[in-house]
């Protein structure tokens, strides 16, 4: 015979668990893009999201519900990066200083201001703009990071110079930039 | 350095493409200013988001899946929040899969179709290597209406009349830069939040249907025909207001934002079939009014009052209809109309007949002028008639106030003659303005001198509309007031904002000769 009172504490448990996921999974963008952030350039970025991943999930239980998820979240991520990089005994931050990283991380903390970080669509706004694109350029941006190339792999695809393709996804970021920009400033009129 | 070079350093920096040196060059750039440290963050989120969104060498739905299994093995009795993840992930493929539905259909920003006769250029400065369709800008695309009127369709639903002299670009794709122009907007509900900036002024759409002005050397206005928007004053004091339908605003020089009448028929809602015009047919004379009709947007407000003693005995039988004798003692057509500002294009057309031996006098009147009098600059527009020393006759002329131009054809005949006057724009540099001067239909070789005041400073041709020495536009009488008025018969008067095609010119003379 089953105990009410034991199904009473593990629906309790399955609810708390379940606002758990529902957090980290809200989460996913905005942590992928801070680590992103703190090394620029590393291909090994999506992994270490994934370590912090697990360690939260490992650490639930330490986290008090209430309390403020996104700061416990990035500081788990932060020391992810910390641990990656002595792990590869690279015991400083590449180029960045505790200043620079403090302020990033407060930024991402704080803030929230990007609507990836805030919709539920993760990376609303990017996918948004990324649908405006011709498809030629928008085979250039894939092709560059989906298929993990190198500028130098893709110029040999495309058939063009190495400066011209970097030319390119240079001009088609910097119009990304500006169009997420513009769906950003719409929502705050909305808001 | 600039914007654009530390924008390519930050995003070789986010691609991990800078060796040690240039990366604390960098560093130090982010660090110094806060402007580079946002765009650095943006460039940095970009760049995980494509790698997200592309499923690269260890997306997160494979994390998702991890993270899912060793929930599995946890406990059987999470299996809610295990399901949970599992839609989770799900989502992510649905978006993934809505995502490639997006791309397969991305539409251009923004469209646009021209009045005929239009002139406009564009430039090209997409972020994309591929230039856009004829019919369509891209951001950063940038385009000079020299005259003509441009329609504009955003992909948001958001339409757009602009009336040139223009010149706009695409800063985003909600999001328009006016530098010069009369432009209309309609705003659907779905698009709310669509900005316009001139120089002067900032427009912040809140579901609305709004005009905006912007002109050199004349304050920016913003007219609300429905709806509401926020303008934001972007010079000295920075004012800002909402403002409601049926209200508009002017802005001054210490960025305060002043009342002003709205005037809806200010702008064009419809695009024309052809360049905005003012018609002035004299064939409507009611007591001293007479009527104006025409597409440009000014028309119907323009007010024109013959000055005579005698308004009704003025009018006569003209080539279409009535015409109006002027008979040089005093009569003349006041009007309160400014006149085509700056160095907007223009065509002045008309019919007209000089009885011989008319004007002995050594000043001569203007058929039609507007503008400042004064000689030393060109500030005026007038369209006349100047004697040819050698043998007295008239001949037809144009004086933009320091240069002149003639033509060497008579025309004190007694018989109607049609002349078309043209100005054609800003020229090259401080080139000779570029005027022309078509009699019956026929182009004429010009001739130019300096006006009494000699060679000006400047060849510019900056037609003064506004201001203590503006003078608007009169029929029949100088911008001088000493000298006499026209002593001519005058018929079918059409101004238009641009310069009309030769084929236009043919048609106005041959209709008026056929008949």
Not at chain 1, 20 to 44: D, H, I, K, R, W
Not at chain 2, 9 to 37: M, N, T, Y
Not at chain 2, 200 to 221: A, H, K, M, R, W
Not at chain 2, 423 to 429: D, L, S, V
């Amino acid at each position: 015979m089953v105990d009410p009172r034991n199904e009473l504490t593990n629906e309790k448990a399955d609810a708390a668990e379940a606002a758990f996921v529902s957090q980290m999974n809200a989460l996913q963008s905005a942590l992928l893009t801070y680590v992103n952030t703190l090394l620029p350039g590393e291909p090994e970025v999506a992994d270490i999201v994934q370590n912090t991943n697990i360690i939260l999930w490992k650490k639930r239980a330490d986290f008090e519900p209430g309390t403020n998820f996104r700061a416990w979240a990035f500081s788990v991520a932060y020391w992810e990066v910390r641990t990656w990089l002595t792990n590869r005994r690279r015991k400083s931050w590449l180029v960045f200083d505790e200043d620079l990283v403090t302020a990033i991380t407060e930024r991402f903390i704080n803030s929230g201001s990007s609507h990836s970080q805030r919709s539920p669509d993760s990376f609303y706004s990017l996918r948004h703009c990324l649908a405006k694109l011709r498809d030629a350029d928008r085979l250039v941006l894939l092709n560059h990071y989906q298929q993990g190339k190198s500028i130098a792999e893709c110029s040999r695809i495309f058939g063009r110079s190495q400066d011209s393709l970097r030319m390119a996804v240079f001009r088609l970021r910097a119009g990304l930039r500006r169009c997420i920009k513009s769906n950003l400033a719409l929502e705050r009129v909305h808001s | 350095m600039k914007p654009r070079e530390y924008e390519l350093l930050l995003q070789r920096f986010v691609d991990g493409d800078l060796d040690e040196d240039a990366c604390r060059e960098v560093v130090a750039l982010i660090k110094s200013d806060p402007s580079v440290f946002e765009i650095y963050c943006e460039y940095a989120e970009i760049d995980a988001g494509m790698r997200y969104l592309t499923g690269g060498p260890a997306n997160l739905l494979e994390q998702q899946t991890a993270l899912t299994e060793q929930s599995r093995q946890t406990t059987l009795k999470r299996a809610k929040g295990v399901a949970l993840l599992a839609a989770a992930a799900a989502i992510i493929v649905l978006s993934t899969v809505l995502y490639l539905r997006l791309i397969a259909e991305a539409p251009p920003v923004l469209t646009f179709r021209s009045s005929s006769d239009t002139r406009l250029t564009i430039t090209h400065t997409v972020e994309s290597e591929e230039t856009p369709e004829p019919d369509a800008l891209a951001v950063g695309s940038r385009m000079m209406v020299k005259q003509g009127c441009v329609e504009f369709t955003f992909e948001s639903g958001v339409s757009c009349i602009v009336k040139g002299p223009a010149d706009l670009t695409l800063l985003e794709e909600n999001s328009l830069r006016l530098d010069r122009g009369s432009s209309w907007f309609h705003v659907p509900t779905k698009a709310v939040g669509f900005q316009v900036q001139t120089p002067e002024l900032e427009v912040v759409d809140l579901g609305t249907e709004f005009g905006v002005i912007s002109q050199p050397d004349e304050n920016d206005e913003v007219h609300v025909l429905k709806g509401r928007v926020a303008l934001t004053a972007l010079l000295g004091r920075k004012e800002e207001v909402i403002l409601e339908a049926g209200q508009a605003r002017t802005v001054n020089f210490v960025g305060r934002l002043s009342q002003t009448a709205v005037r809806p028929e200010a702008f064009l809602t419809e695009l024309p079939s052809s360049l905005p015009s003012i018609s002035i047919s004299f064939d409507d004379l009611v007591g001293d009014q007479l009527s104006v009709t025409g597409s440009h947007p000014d028309a119907t407000s323009i007010e024109a009052r013959l000055v005579s003693s005698t308004p009704a005995s003025c009018v006569i039988p003209g080539v279409v209809g009535n015409a109006i004798a002027f008979n040089g003692k005093g009569d003349w057509i006041q009007t309160d109309w400014p006149g085509f500002s700056g160095d907007t294009p223009r065509s002045v057309a008309f019919w007209f007949r000089i009885p011989p031996g008319a004007h002995s006098a050594s000043h001569f009147p203007a058929v039609v002028g507007w503008g400042s009098l004064e000689n030393h600059y060109n500030g005026k527009w007038k369209v006349w008639f100047t004697r040819n020393n050698d043998d007295g006759e008239l001949l037809p002329g144009i004086s933009l106030g320091a240069d002149d131009y003639f033509c060497e054809t008579p025309v004190d005949d007694g018989h109607w003659h049609h002349l078309v006057a043209i100005f054609n724009g800003p020229a090259i540099a401080d080139e000779m303005p570029e005027c022309s001067l078509y009699l019956d239909g026929t182009s004429r070789p010009l001739l130019h001198h300096f006006g009494p005041e000699g060679p000006p400073a400047s060849r510019e041709v900056q037609t003064v509309t506004s201001g203590p020495h503006a003078n608007p536009m009169a029929i029949g009488f100088g911008l001088d007031t000493k000298v006499p008025t026209l002593q001519a018969d005058l018929d079918e008067l059409q101004l238009f904002e641009g310069v009309i095609p030769e084929q236009t010119i043919l048609e106005l003379y041959e209709m008026g000769r056929a008949r």
